[in-house]
């Protein structure tokens, strides 16, 4: 039984303590592990408290169902309002003529774009699992990887793409579409090569910028934008939202098809607290602030990578374009599962993860990736992300040399982590709209 309810008493509502004390606790809890621990896991980050308010409201009772302004039930005026904001806000935001906000999350995106342009059996050409792709670009155990033909390429031996290989299966296999950007693929894509690949082969191309989406936003990698057919991102990485996806287009008819690809095509009923999140997310995403943080992000990854190199840890492509890293760990002769394991009790929680040329299992991997974004939010900047390097590394090198988990220097590193989280805390005075996400917490380190 956790003790957490006295951590932030009163932060969730009385009413759901009265009413259900189980999930009460549980929440609490989860609020100490968010509060206690360092979050290195790069697709998770902390919300505003405006996207919680958004996500516990009201908005949650009412069904609707197609675009707005063409419902199929009525009462919809102020879902409308809802959802027409968030399409207008990401709109501007990524510079685009449509966007459709109602993707539960970056797969159910992913399968509306296949929905729309291809049919059962076509060829697909995208990026392999096991080399940073996404499971919903084609993986074998999933619906894209049963229903199509999934073409992959992979990466090189210093863990870029290589664009000679990606041409050269496109033209022996000629698919209909083509995917770049993945789950662990820490480099900037060449996307206008991508889009000449696809052109020469009359394939679409589908930038899928989950990764990477918030520094888009805030203007610090280049954009898929004007060279994707049509863009995919989850709103819930670095963009700093709810959980959910969000598709972008420029092109009329892929417009259509896709809005009715994702309804009634692969979803029913809209997620309207989902979406009211998005709209505030995208609200925030487009503050000045907001490049001040994705800047940060972007920074603190670098600032990582470094301070791992630092210590002798080898990182896949020896660093970084975007908010996430992959540390190979096969110089140290450990496994992702076994140091990541480590790694969380020390209090860093982040994920086990191929890298190039993996032979462990998938459950198991010689990998490890972390992510900055979410540190970032709670005001880390280089010094802290300095440190974090530091402690990753005395963790990794405890178990190296002693060949298992140093429940030793464990507790050491977790609590110098405890003692830095209280420093920095989350929901208390957090303001994320201030510039590189902290309010109350500010790094003195850029
Ligand atoms: C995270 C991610 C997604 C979305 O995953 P969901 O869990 O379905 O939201 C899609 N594509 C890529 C490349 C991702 O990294």
Redesign the pocket.
């Known amino acids: 039984m956790s003790k957490s309810p006295a951590l932030e008493p009163g932060y969730f509502l009385d009413s759901l303590r009265a009413a259900d004390p189980e999930v009460y606790d549980a929440l609490a809890g989860e609020l100490e592990r968010q509060q206690d621990g360092i979050e290195l896991i790069a ?1 998770e980050n902390l919300v505003s408290q405006a996207s919680l308010d958004a996500l516990g409201s009201i908005i949650v009772n009412k069904t609707v169902e197609g675009r707005p302004g063409r419902r199929y039930y009525g009462g919809a005026e102020f879902a409308d309002r809802i959802e027409t904001l968030a399409i207008e806000r990401a709109k501007a935001l990524f510079g685009c003529g449509f966007a459709n906000v109602q993707p ?7 399968q509306a774009v296949f929905l729309a342009v291809l049919k059962p059996g076509d060829t697909v050409l995208s990026m392999a699992l096991d080399a940073g ?5 084609g993986a074998a155990p999933n619906l894209t990887g049963k229903w199509f033909n999934p073409i992959r390429y992979g990466i090189d031996g210093e863990g870029f793409i290589d664009m000679g290989e990606v041409e050269r299966l496109a033209h022996a296999h000629r698919p209909k579409l083509i995917i770049c ?4 693929y820490p480099r900037a894509i060449d996307f206008p090569a991508f889009r000449a690949i696809a052109d020469s082969v009359d394939a679409v191309l589908l930038a ?4 990477f989406a918030g520094l888009v936003a805030g203007g610090v990698h280049p954009s898929p934008l004007p060279y994707a057919h049509v863009t ?1 991102a ?1 709103t ?2 670095n963009l700093r939202g709810a ?3 969000i598709i972008l287009t420029d092109d009329p008819a892929l417009a259509r098809k896709l809005d009715s690809a994702v309804f009634p095509g692969v979803q029913g009923s809209v997620i309207l607290n989902a979406v009211a999140a998005k709209a505030v997310c995208l609200g925030e995403a487009l503050k000045p602030s907001f490049k001040a943080y994705a800047a940060q992000v972007l920074t603190n990854a670098r600032v990582l990578a470094g301070a791992l190199m630092a210590r002798g840890i080898t990182v896949v492509s020896g660093g970084t374009d975007t908010p996430l890293l992959v540390a190979d760990l096969r110089p140290l002769g450990l496994t992702g599962a076994a140091a990541s394991e480590s790694l969380e009790a020390a209090g860093l929680t982040c994920n086990k993860n191929a890298v190039p040329g993996d032979t462990e299992p998938p459950a198991v991997t010689s990998g490890l990736r972390f992510g900055s974004a979410a540190g970032t939010t709670r005001g880390f900047g280089g010094a802290e992300f300095r440190r974090i390097g530091g402690w990753i590394a005395d963790v990794l090198h405890a178990m190296a040399e002693g060949g298992g988990r140093d429940e030793t220097v464990e507790h050491i590193v977790s609590a110098e982590v405890r003692t830095l989280c209280r420093s920095f805390p989350i929901y208390h005075g957090l303001d994320v709209t201030t510039p590189a996400g902290a309010g109350l917490n500010r790094s003195t380190d850029q």
């Open positions: 697709s539960h999350s970056g797969s159910q995106a992913n792709g996404h499971l919903s670009h950007g993945g789950s662990a899928d910028m989950a990764h995919t989850t819930y990485k959980r959910g996806g």
